[in-house]
C-alpha cells in the first residue's frame, strides 16, 4: 500500500476497489502503518483512486477508528464513494472530504481582485473567487463557507457559495452571478454615477451595522488585531511597553453585537436586483463600527493613493476619493458634516495598526526599505496615538 510520511503526518493512498475478497489484507497493512506511527503523528487516507468499497472495507475503517480512538480524515473522496459514505452514516463518524471540481479561469474575465484573492466570470451565470496565499487552506475556506451560512440567516444579505472547487493550486468559491456586477465593475464603468452609488453604499452599510447578533454567534471583530499584536510583540516589531500602549487603544474600542464585515472594499459589494450582496465574509464579526470604517478608509483613502487599488480592482483616487467622500458624508448625517475632517484623521490613525503589520508580513518589499518604513509608521502611530481616542462619539 503506497504512504507519503514526514514528522507530522502519514498519508496512505486508498486504490481500486476495497470488498470482501481483499479487507482482510487492506486491514492487516493499514493497522501495521498505525502501529508504526509515532507519537503525535497524524494519519490522513487520500481516497482520490478508490473505485468503490464495501461494508466489509467500512468495518476495515472503523477498526483504524477504534484502534486511533479518534475520528480519521478521507480526502480526495470522489462522488460515488461519497454516496457511499453519507448513505451508511460514516460522514457522521469520519472527516470525509469530498474531491474538488476542477475549473480553468483560462479566457475567463477577470472582474475583480484584492491582494489575497481575484474574482472571474466563469458564464452567464456564475463567477469564482479564487483564493491567494498559504493561509488559504481548504479547511479554513470550509471554516468560512459555513460563518457565511451563520451571517446569511442572521438577516446580512450574503451570497452562499454553492460549491467549493479547485483552480490550479489554489483554492476556489463559486457564486451565483451578480445580476450588476461588482461596485467596482459597476464605477469603472460609469464613474460619473459615483455619488449615487456613494449615497447607496453608506444606507447599505448603516443597515449592516445596525443588524445584531446574539452574543458568541460571530467572533469579536478585535479579534484578528489582537493576532496580529501577539505575533509583532513575539519577534520584536513591538517593545512590551509599546504592545501595551497598542492593547490599551483597542481595549478603548466599545464593544456592540452588531454586525461587523472587515473588508467592505467595492469589490465585495455586488448587485443583485437593485441591492447590494456581500459576497466576502471571511473576517466578519461583531464590534463597533469604526472597524469596518477604518477598513475601508485604508482602501478608499490610503490605497488609492499608493495607486494599488487602480491594478487591483480598476479604480483609481480620482473615483474613490468623491467616493468616500460621499459614503462618509451620507453615513454621519449632515449635523455631522464639520467632523469629516477630524473623523478621517481618527481613522488615518487607526490603519497604522494595519500598515504596519502588512510592512512586516508583505513579502514583496525589499529588505532594505522594509526596516527603515516600518519605524517610520510606528513612530507616525505612536506620536498621535493619545489623540485617537475616546472613538468619536458621532461614528
Known amino acids: ?43 490522513l487516507f487520500d481516497a482520490e483512486k478508490l ?14 477508528r477504534k484502534q486511533l480512538g479518534k475520528p480519521i480524515t478521507i480526502t480526495e473522496v470522489s462522488r460515488d464513494v461519497y454516496d457511499i459514505f453519507e448513505t451508511t452514516g460514516f460522514t457522521d463518524l469520519f472527516n470525509v472530504k469530498k474531491v474538488l471540481r476542477k475549473v480553468s479561469i483560462e479566457d475567463c474575465e477577470k472582474i475583480g481582485g484584492a491582494p489575497n484573492c481575484e474574482v472571474y466570470r466563469l458564464d452567464s451565470e456564475t463567477i469564482v473567487k479564487v483564493y491567494k496565499g498559504d493561509k488559504y487552506t481548504r479547511e479554513k475556506i470550509e471554516k468560512d463557507r459555513e460563518l457565511a451560512k451563520k451571517i446569511f440567516t442572521g ?10 472547487v479547485k483552480v490550479g493550486s489554489h483554492y476556489g468559491l463559486v457564486f451565483e452571478m451578480m445580476s450588476g456586477g461588482s461596485l467596482a465593475s459597476i464605477l469603472s464603468s460609469h464613474p460619473e454615477e459615483t455619488e449615487k452609488y456613494g449615497k447607496l453604499v453608506a444606507g447599505f452599510i ?12 460571530l ?81 478608499y483613502v490610503t490605497g488609492a493613493k499608493a495607486g494599488w487599488t487602480k491594478s487591483m480592482m480598476g479604480l483609481g ?24 475632517p477630524e473623523v478621517n484623521r481618527v481613522l488615518g490613525g487607526y490603519t497604522k495598526m494595519n500598515q ?19 519605524e517610520k509608521e510606528k513612530a507616525a502611530f505612536f506620536d498621535m496615538m493619545d489623540t485617537l481616542y475616546p472613538v468619536p462619539r458621532w461614528i
Open 356 to 374: 504596519i503589520f502588512e510592512l512586516v508580513t508583505d513579502p514583496t518589499i525589499p529588505g532594505d526599505i522594509r526596516k527603515p518604513t516600518i
Open 155 to 164: 438577516g446580512i444579505p450574503t451570497a452562499i457559495p454553492f460549491d467549493m
Open 206 to 217: 448603516k443597515k449592516l451595522h445596525s443588524t445584531e447578533f446574539e452574543t458568541g454567534v
Open 1 to 43: 500500500m503506497r504512504t507519503d510520511t514526514d514528522n507530522k503526518k502519514t498519508t496512505v493512498y486508498l486504490e481500486g476497489k476495497i470488498n470482501t475478497d481483499n479487507a482482510a489484507n487492506v486491514e492487516a497493512e493499514i493497522l501495521a502503518i498505525v502501529n508504526e506511527l509515532k507519537p503525535g503523528q497524524e494519519i
Open 317 to 340: 483616487e480620482e473615483v474613490l476619493k468623491p467616493l468616500w467622500n460621499t459614503i462618509l458624508h451620507s453615513y454621519l448625517g449632515e449635523v455631522h458634516s464639520d467632523d469629516i
Open 51 to 64: 473505485e468503490y468499497i464495501s461494508s466489509a472495507g467500512l468495518r476495515v475503517l472503523m477498526k483504524v
Open 219 to 299: 467572533p469579536d471583530a478585535r479579534a484578528p488585531y489582537l493576532r496580529n499584536l501577539k505575533y509583532l510583540e513575539e519577534i520584536g516589531v513591538y517593545t512590551e511597553e509599546e504592545a501595551e500602549r497598542v492593547h490599551e487603544l483597542l481595549r478603548t474600542i466599545p464593544h456592540r453585537n452588531t454586525f461587523i464585515h472587515q473588508n467592505l472594499n467595492p469589490v465585495n459589494i455586488m448587485l443583485m436586483d437593485d441591492e447590494f450582496i456581500l459576497i466576502d465574509v471571511d473576517d466578519s464579526g461583531t464590534g463597533h463600527p469604526v472597524w469596518d470604517l477604518m477598513g475601508m478608509y485604508q482602501v
